[in-house]
T-cell receptor, first 112, second 113 residues
Framework: DSGVTQTPKHLITATGQRVTLRCSPR?????VYWYQQSLDQGLQFLIQ???????AKGNILERFSAQQFPDLHSELNLSSLELGDSALYFC???????????FGPGTRLTVL | AQSVTQPDIHITVSEGASLELRCNYS??????LFWYVQSPGQGLQLLLK??????LVQGIKGFEAEFKRSQSSFNLRKPSVHWSDAAEYFC???????????FGKGTKLSVIP
């Protein structure tokens, strides 16, 4: 158990819908990262927050957005969902940027 | 841009045999290097990391990796594989100041009893 929690574990929804994935980092970690794992793209970095501020952005679609709240938990919002958005979404946390990242168990999103 | 290549998609070894998983990276300077393991239906667990210093790093579960700057490689090794090592292994790099991990495509390890 890494100490990073993600909810929900599984999510099934339809195309065009919007969903929110939630992540609670390890106690004391200020940085939160989001990754997408799909069969065709592999593991891809989406976005990073540090103490509430966006620090780095990867291959994140405009339909996706994220934020980190004052209590340091983070949410990833996915809207206008497409079949291709079906994937495993991981959250990771670290004490500070460029420290080792601890991954949560992931949220499996299925878009039908 | 940084990139990671894991040339072996799938490797099968017998229990008790030695293991080497290959990883090559592309980055202008010396990056931070990581190996993660993912068991079916699980998240990623850090096996070991290299930031600087000794180029041979020891990790958990009996794994080690060697950083070779001249070959841009960071291969993962284990002298004797156990059935419980069957999983997918990911090599990752982080460029200094990039704050993001770039992963290889992964190598799936199967272990024959």
């Amino acid at each position: 158990d890494s100490g990073v929690t993600q909810t929900p574990k599984h999510l099934i929804t339809a195309t065009g819908q919007r969903v929110t994935l939630r992540c609670s980092p390890r106690s004391g970690d200020l940085s939160v990262y989001w990754y997408q794992q799909s069969l065709d793209q592999g593991l891809q970095f989406l976005i990073q927050y540090y103490n509430g501020e966006e620090r780095a952005k990867g291959n994140i679609l405009e339909r996706f957005s994220a934020q980190q709240f004052p209590d340091l938990h983070s949410e990833l919002n996915l809207s206008s969902l497409e079949l291709g958005d079906s994937a495993l979404y991981f959250c990771a946390s670290s004490p500070s940027p460029s420290n080792e990242q601890f991954f949560g168990p992931g949220t499996r999103l299925t878009v039908l | 841009a940084q990139s990671v290549t894991q040339p072996d998609i799938h490797i099968t070894v017998s229990e008790g045999a030695s293991l080497e998983l290959r990883c090559n990276y592309s980055y202008g300077a010396t990056p931070y290097l990581f190996w993660y393991v993912q068991s079916p239906g699980q998240g990623l667990q850090l096996l070991l990391k290299y930031f600087s210093g000794d180029t041979l790093v020891q990790g958990i579960k009996g794994f080690e990796a060697e950083f070779k700057r001249s070959q841009s490689s960071f291969n993962l090794r284990k002298p004797s594989v156990h059935w419980s090592d069957a999983a997918e292994y990911f090599c990752a790099v982080e460029g200094a100041g990039s704050y993001q991990l770039t992963f290889g495509k992964g190598t799936k390890l199967s272990v024959i009893p």
